[in-house]
Nanobody, 126 residues
């Protein structure tokens, strides 16, 4: 089992950058594939980015590709989402998620993840 805690959210203007972090508990973090999702008011939770257990594979939603970068440090049990060129439409609560996986597979659906953090708010003003 793993517990996830997100941090790094905030309020900023369009065009700015923000780095979200997800800290995981447990000694088997490296056996988990990780993902970030976001949920805006009145909308369903949507996929943002995913990374394999080793960090060797990543995948991004089309809306953030080229602006967001996902990375992980298995020695520190952390996953980081670097967000650049932020837009007002990026405003949402951002969630970190984890699922057990020893393959290079990436996971894009909410129901594919077993563990979730509490979320961190990102607000981008125009």
């Amino acid at each position: 089992q793993v517990q996830l805690v997100e941090s790094g959210g905030g309020l900023l203007q369009a065009g700015g950058s923000l780095r979200l972090s997800c800290a995981a508990s447990g000694r088997t973090f490296s056996s988990y594939a990780m993902g970030w999702f976001r949920q805006a008011p009145g909308k369903e939770r949507e996929f943002v980015a995913a990374i394999s257990w080793s960090g060797g594979s990543t995948y991004y939603a089309g809306s953030v590709k080229g602006r967001f970068t996902l990375s992980r440090d298995n020695a520190k049990n952390t996953v980081s989402l670097q967000m650049n060129s932020l837009k007002p439409e990026d405003t949402a609560v951002y969630y970190c998620a984890a699922r057990k996986s020893y393959s290079r597979s990436l996971f894009y659906r909410v129901d594919e993840y077993d563990y979730w953090g509490q979320g961190t708010q990102v607000t981008v003003s125009s």
